[in-house]
């Protein structure tokens, strides 16, 4: 089993920064994709930003803005969030593609963390 743990959600003024976390642990041969996807309420969960072993991809929405990148051995993804918006209000959920000892791959989940953009 793998568990996802995110962190660094919160509370920001517009214009601020928030920068977010997610750690992978347990049964990992390898983590061959990250991502992070949001979810705004009414709204569908959609894909923020995403990185593999090629350069990282970005929803027009965030480009210019948010930066996604990794430590492999800490098998970590990270989301820096800049000239936040109101429209950024979302949960915020790390989702990895995580490739076990049998060779086996599986997608996880993180729970969520909460990111609000508010005066």
């Known amino acids: 089993q793998v568990q996802l743990v995110e962190s660094g959600g919160g509370l920001v003024q517009p214009g601020g920064s928030l920068r977010l976390s997610c750690a992978a642990s347990?049964?990992?041969?390898?983590?061959?994709?990250m991502g992070w996807y949001r979810q705004a309420p009414g709204k569908e969960r959609e894909l923020v930003a995403g990185?593999?072993?090629?350069?990282?991809n970005y929803a027009d929405s965030v480009k210019g803005r948010f930066t996604i990148s990794r430590d492999i051995a800490k098998n970590t993804v990270y989301l820096q969030m800049n000239s936040l918006k109101p429209e950024d209000t979302a949960m915020y959920y790390c989702?990895?593609?995580?490739?076990?000892?049998?060779?086996?791959?599986?997608?996880?989940w993180g729970k969520g963390t909460l990111v609000t953009v508010s005066s």
């Open positions: 989702n990895m593609m995580v490739r076990d000892y049998s060779l086996y791959d599986m997608d996880y």
């Open positions: 347990g049964s990992i041969f390898r983590v061959t994709a």
């Open positions: 990185i593999t072993s090629e350069r990282p």
